[in-house]
């Protein structure tokens, strides 16, 4: 059976990927920190949809992982050896973002760690030979155009 990892799977993007591939068979991990209810409070909250994928796939599992935290990612990736990688997580609002932290620096410095992280994802997915069909959300933490 062919192994996913989905970042942000709690997300709007990461929870139709996990969805649409756990009803293809696909056994689909998941990594979903539930950010969204630190800037949002519980209306934001992931976990309610997180609840409804592992209720529904059987072969779904989620780990709480902060993408920020490169040896935590990496070890997950390196022992699940996933086919695909699905990488949708981002942060969650960037004007709440920017009101969080106390200097424009700490918002630059939570940016720069997501975008290394992508980056270290490609690089350990390309050495693991993981195919990467889809990237998404990484973008907008650049700025607005």
């Known amino acids: 059976m062919k192994k996913i990892l989905v970042t942000g799977a709690g997300g709007l993007i990461g929870s139709e990927a996990v969805d649409y591939y756990c009803s293809q068979g696909y056994e689909v991990t998941g990594i979903d ?3 969204r ?8 909250s992931t976990l309610f949809r997180l609840t ?3 209720d ?3 072969n779904f599992t989620n780990f ?3 993408i920020r935290d490169k040896n935590a990612v990496l070890s997950l990736v390196k022992s ?3 086919n695909i990688l699905i990488h949708t997580a981002a942060q969650p609002s960037h004007d709440k973002a920017a009101s969080k932290f106390i200097c424009a620096n700490s918002n ?17 997915s390309w050495v ?3 195919k990467i069909p889809l990237v998404s959300k990484n973008l907008p933490i650049l700025g607005q155009p």
Do not use: A
Not at 37 to 44: A, L
Not at 114 to 121: A, F
């Open 56 to 58: 529904k796939h059987k």
């Open 52 to 54: 409804q994928l592992k």
């Open 128 to 130: 693991l030979k993981i």
């Open 80 to 82: 699940l050896k996933p």
């Open 108 to 124: 630059i410095d939570l940016y720069k760690s997501i975008l290394k992280l992508s980056i270290i994802l490609f690089n350990s």
């Open 33 to 35: 920190n539930n950010q």
């Open 37 to 44: 209810q630190v800037f949002f409070g519980e209306k934001g």
């Open 64 to 66: 709480e992982i902060d």
